[in-house]
Structures are given as structure tokens and as C-alpha cells.
């Protein structure tokens, strides 16, 4: 009979770890969802993290750059899309600009060939200073260690910039920025403004675009 009472006990206890597991389980899923979904990244770490280095033998990236385990960013598919122009790949992340809270943004990769991306695309909300958005290079980058060369400045109220950026152990980059208001003024009532920030890999293509 005693016997009988302490494999009882055994199962009960055995029942009661198996539920405590169950219940603990969703719990740490849940845990980990919610820090995917609110993670975030300033942007000069972002567009670092997507420059190839500077000892690469050509400015190509590695389509599975940001897709580690610990990425902020939350990609549409594993792999890049094809395209009429080439692939690109997609995804949305919580970027900081100018030391100001995180901003749900999108961003791609795009590149002529499998072989790798060469362009990175990033739309996300400007930032305020003084009740005027502040997009100038150095401001979304928080002033940190990077060579930045304004190329051109064209356009008023919000112009487009053009830049050449070097960052430390990077390939050279040329960043264009606008504002896009969404076809009216992007100080009108209603209005939702978003910064289109294109990173260029490739001195040539960035030209066309200048031009």
C-alpha cells in the first residue's frame, strides 16, 4: 500500500512539471516576440552594419547580412525577390535618428544580380529640431566617427542632399536624402513626411542620379 502511495506521488509530481512546462513555455515565446517586435538600432549602426568592409575586393554585400538571430530587423522573406531591374529584399526595423526615440521604418536591399546587393533603401519618419525636420547627414547620425562630404544641395524648404560618407573600416558610400511628402508640402496639416535615405555602392550609379 505504501508502495502503491509514493508512485502516486511520483505521477502527480511528474503531472504538475509537465503543466508548469507548458505553461512556462508560451511565456518565454511571448518574451521573445516582444523584444523582436521593440528592439531597435541607431541608424549609423544600421547602415554599417549593411557596408561591405573596406579590405573587400569588391563593394558587393552578402544578402544575408542582418538575418543573424539577434537582428532588429524583421525581413518580409529569407531570400531577395526578383524584380524588372534586378532583386531586392526587404524588411521593417526601429531605427533612431538624431539620438530621438526609435521610429517604426522599412528597409531594402537591392542589387542587379544574385551575386549581391549594392544599394541600401531606408524610409523612416524625420526628425524635429525646432519644429523643422532635420535631416542633414551628420544630424541622422548622431554625430558619431565618419568622414561626410556634402556633394550638392538642391531645392528649397526641404532639399535633397547629396553626400559622400566614409565610415571607419568601410567601403566609401554616396547617401542621397529627401523628404518625401507624399505629393503636397511636407509642413501641410495632415501631411505624413517620410525621409527616403539611399545609400549607393557604386560611384557611377550615384552620378546618374545626381545629374
Excluded at 557596408?51 to 554585400?61: H, R, T
Excluded at 522599412?106 to 541600401?120: F, M, Q, R, V
Excluded at 547620425?141 to 531645392?155: H, P, R, W
Excluded at 495632415?190 to 527616403?196: A, D, I, K, Q
Amino acid at each position: 500500500m505504501l508502495k502503491t502511495n509514493q508512485i502516486k506521488k511520483k505521477e502527480m509530481k511528474s503531472q504538475l512539471l509537465s503543466v508548469k512546462n507548458l505553461l512556462i513555455f508560451p511565456i518565454l515565446m511571448l518574451c521573445t516576440f516582444v523584444n523582436a517586435q521593440t528592439k531597435s538600432i541607431e541608424l549609423y549602426d544600421l547602415i554599417k552594419m549593411f557596408v561591405p568592409d573596406s579590405a573587400k575586393a569588391s563593394a558587393i554585400g552578402d544578402w544575408k547580412t542582418g538575418s543573424n538571430a539577434g537582428s532588429p530587423i524583421n525581413w518580409t522573406s529569407t531570400s531577395p525577390r526578383k524584380t524588372p531591374i534586378g532583386y531586392i529584399k526587404e524588411g521593417n526595423v526601429n531605427i533612431s535618428l538624431a539620438g530621438q526615440k526609435p521610429e517604426k521604418s522599412s528597409i531594402s536591399i537591392d542589387g542587379k544580380t544574385l551575386t549581391g546587393y549594392a544599394e541600401i533603401n531606408i524610409s523612416t519618419t524625420p526628425p524635429m529640431e525646432k519644429e523643422d525636420y532635420s535631416y542633414k547627414l551628420e544630424n541622422l547620425l548622431n554625430k558619431k566617427s565618419a568622414k561626410i562630404n556634402l556633394i550638392k544641395e538642391d531645392g528649397f524648404g526641404n532639399p535633397m542632399y547629396y553626400y559622400q560618407l566614409n565610415l571607419p573600416g568601410k567601403k566609401p558610400m554616396w547617401v542621397i536624402l529627401m523628404i518625401d511628402s507624399g505629393g503636397g508640402s511636407a509642413s501641410s496639416e495632415g501631411s505624413t513626411p517620410t525621409l527616403m535615405i539611399i545609400c549607393l555602392f557604386d560611384k557611377k550609379e550615384f552620378d546618374q542620379r545626381i545629374n
